[in-house]
């Protein structure tokens, strides 16, 4: 088995345990890089990685809660969990931003001169790799279990990573010049930076809690599936699709002849379900038997008012 599938098969809870021990660990390389310079560049780096620090924190809780089994108050389970700690990392890398701006406004408007530049600029570049392979690892990872949860964390980190990057150079540059105004610059830039980040995070959980289909490649593989079933006797239409966290779920109507038994056309179901399931893991399908001259009405014109 290749590194990256063995990363890929790594549960999301177990990486988000790993998030929390670095996000730890990059707090204390940051902030000592930032006591050691007075660099308010390095502060806001430090700053943005309390934030990844809670927002693993929470999204770990809510990746259990997704992963309940359904009960009587959650029939359809509890998977939708995971988008509220996207939502939830969207919120708190907006209150990161908004202190980052202060401080960098602060700075600019009163500048302080930088101390121990190499110390402090190698500790945040140590700080970053871990980062960076961390993120890789966890996109793998959630890319294989379809966790939104642990896609929101790890592009954060990415979002970290470049942060780090543009302090890095910017803080190099002042060194250089002497140039004291770049850093609180730097800084506002990061905090700019991760406002973007924070409302697409916002944005993607919106619109997983509004239903929104699925994927394209995901669509696809559906339709390729039903395409192998179709026959003069048996057509398939009225297809919805919709995404509720780590699951996928397919609704359609499966037209065949009248004159068949329900014991033969429930066979014939049985194996569309099966084949779908199969093509797409995670997958549920909900199909309504309808005799081939008959069609149903979806949707009534007092729903639509």
């Known amino acids: 088995m290749s590194l990256v599938q063995r990363v ?100 600019l408007l009163h ?5 121990q530049l190499g110390i402090g600029l190698a500790l945040s570049v140590v700080s970053s ?28 980190l990415v979002t970290d990573v470049w942060t780090s990057v543009g302090v890095v150079v910017g803080v190099a540059l002042v060194a250089v010049t002497g140039w004291l105004w770049l850093d609180p610059l730097v800084a506002i830039g990061v905090a700019l930076n991760i406002l973007r980040e924070g409302g697409s995070l916002v944005w993607r959980s919106s619109q997983g809690l509004m239903d929104k289909r699925v994927e394209r490649r995901v669509l696809a593989d559906i339709e390729q599936v039903l395409k192998s079933f179709e026959h ?30 329900l014991r033969r056309a429930a066979a014939v179901r049985g194996s569309v379900e099966q084949a779908l399931m199969s093509a797409v893991p995670g997958l549920r399908a909900t199909i309504q038997l309808l005799p081939m001259d008959v069609e149903a009405h979806f949707y009534d014109e007092k729903d639509l008012i």
């Open 8 to 107: 890929r098969n790594i549960p999301p809870q177990a990486w988000l345990r790993v998030s929390i021990v670095v996000a730890v660990l990059t707090i204390a390389l940051k902030t000592l890089a930032w006591w050691l310079t007075g660099s308010v560049g390095l502060l806001s780096d430090a700053m943005e990685s309390v934030v990844n620090l809670a927002s693993a924190a929470f999204a770990l809780v809510m990746v259990r809660v997704a992963q309940s089994p359904a009960d009587a108050e959650h029939p359809y389970g509890h998977h939708k969990a995971e988008y509220f700690s996207s939502a939830f990392e969207g919120l708190a890398i907006f209150i990161a931003a908004l202190a980052i701006l202060w401080t960098g406004v602060d700075r």
């Open 232 to 261: 003069p006797t048996i057509r398939f239409d009225h297809l919805s699709t919709r995404r509720s966290g780590s699951r996928r779920f397919v609704d359609m109507h499966m037209h065949m002849p009248a004159e068949w038994t």
């Open 129 to 156: 790799v871990f980062i960076g392979v961390l993120a890789w690892a966890m996109f793998q990872s959630a890319a294989q279990h379809r966790s939104m949860a642990l896609e929101a964390d790890a592009r954060h």
């Open 111 to 115: 500048p302080h001169p930088v101390e």
